[in-house]
Each structure stands twice: as C-alpha cells, then as structure tokens.
C-alpha cells in the first residue's frame, strides 16, 4: 500500500538518536511517497528470523503432504464379510471371533505406498441391514471408491447386488470407482452357489471391476485394496492418458497371474 504524506525529510525506523525531536520532521509543501511497513513476521522457536527446522521435523510434514485422502466405503448386505475384509487388509489376520453384525457405521485409514507415492484410504464398513440403508446413503455422495460384496455362499446376498447398484447409481457420484467382490471363495464346492463365471458375467454388465476374495485366507484382499488405490492416484494426477492404467483391466491381469502356476524352469 502507497501512502502519500507532505513531508521533505527520510528518516528511518532505525533511528533511536535521543536529540531527534518533532522538529526534524519538517512541513513542506513537497509530497514524498513512502512505502507502508511490512506487518511484523512470526517469531521462530529460537527468536532469530533465519530460524530453519532440522529435517527430521520438515520430514513428517512433507511426508503428510504426498498422502492422498481417499474416502472407501464396503457395501453389501449383512453377513458378506465386509468388516472381516477390512480386518484382513488392515491387520493381515482373520478374526475368528464371533462377529456380531456392524451397527450404523465406521471407519479406518490406511496409508498404502503406490509408485513411491503414499495414497491414504479412510475405508468405510457400513452396516448392511435395511434399517441403516438410509444412515448408509448419505456417505455415498462424497465417496471416491466403492466395494460391493456378496457371499459366494450366499445367492440372496448376489442377487441383491442388483439393488445396491441401483442405490449407487441414485446416490454416488457419476465417476465413482466401483468393484464387485465375490467374499468367502474359501468356501467348499459343497457350499458355493455363486460361481466365479457369474460374478464376472454381473460386473460386465455393469462395466466394473471383479474379484473373488477370502477374508480368511487373504486370497485378493490386498489386490482389491492396491488396485481401488492405484486407480484413485492416476485420477488424482488428472493425467489425461486413460491407457496408462485401467483398474478393470489391471484387475484381470493380476487375477490371472496369481492363479497360474509358476513356470518350470
């Protein structure tokens, strides 16, 4: 800011000369231009103004600032595993607890590294019985990721998965990112109802990506988890290249190399 003032004599801030008196600041009709004073810094820890903080405590702050908050959120109905899953990912362990069922909803975040870059996933585990449906649709606007599970086990919970879809489509945003997860693939032949060729037939129709997981053994879960986080950070680079990566197409990839044998040699 510029402050016009009629005076004909410089002085500086840095006079402290105990003879100055009014009488040097002398009127004139000569109009000086003087530059408005730059508000006081903030004084550092040390009290000197060249105060610089040791690298190890810059390293925190600049490690938070390549985190990438995602907000992740595991639908499906009661029953499916979506808290066992999110146990699995975050822990590495199977709880073999007795779960009772998740009432309204809960989160945790997880700083998973992808290309030397740290992405942060605050994942969601919603309740799936119908009395929370509502509770559940007002988390749904400002989601960036959802996984939609059902029980392989369990052909009310896939035949279901019609209705989640449709509640996603009305709430969510358009660009989404959604997978389908087919959940206890662990299960016997004896017990299975859903097979994998079904799973994969539904989320074509849908344009999703697809896999089988087991909370239990792990089978997938951390390749859903990486694969929802890789995808978010190539969004997040706004990198305007769609063939640098496809989440669907990674999915498959990844899918069928950790189902083939490892060569012979």
Known sequence: MLVKVPTS????????DDSMSDDVFESSDEVATLQAPEPPRQPSPTGYRDYKPP???????????????HKT???????VGKT?????FDTGKFQTATFSATVGIGFTNKVVSVDESK??????????????RSVTHAYYRDAHALLLLYDVSNKTSFDNIRAWLGE??????????????????????????????????????????FMETSAKT??????????????LKVRKCGNPDDSVFNVQEYVREQTHRSSCPPCNT
């Not at 004599?9 to 402290?16: E, I």
């Not at 066992?84 to 699995?88: G, I, P, R, T």
């Not at 992405?119 to 019985?129: F, N, P, R, S």
């Not at 358009?174 to 016997?188: R, S, T, W, Y």
């Open 9 to 16: 004599t410089s002085f500086s801030v840095m006079a402290t």
């Open 55 to 69: 690298a190890e405590l810059l390293r925190p702050l600049q490690e938070s600032e390549l985190e990438i908050a």
């Open 73 to 79: 959120i595991l639908l499906g109905d009661s029953g």
């Open 84 to 88: 066992s899953l999110l146990v699995q």
């Open 119 to 132: 992405v942060k996933l605050q994942i969601w585990d919603t309740a799936g019985q119908e009395r929370f």
């Open 168 to 209: 996603i489509k009305e709430y969510a945003q358009d660009d989404v990112v959604i997978m389908l997860l087919g959940n206890k693939a662990d299960c016997g032949s004896s017990e299975r109802l859903i097979r994998r060729e079904d799973g994969e037939r539904l989320a074509k129709e849908y344009n999703v990506a």
């Open 218 to 231: 792990g089978l997938n879960v951390e390749l859903a988890f990486m694969a929802i986080a890789r995808e």
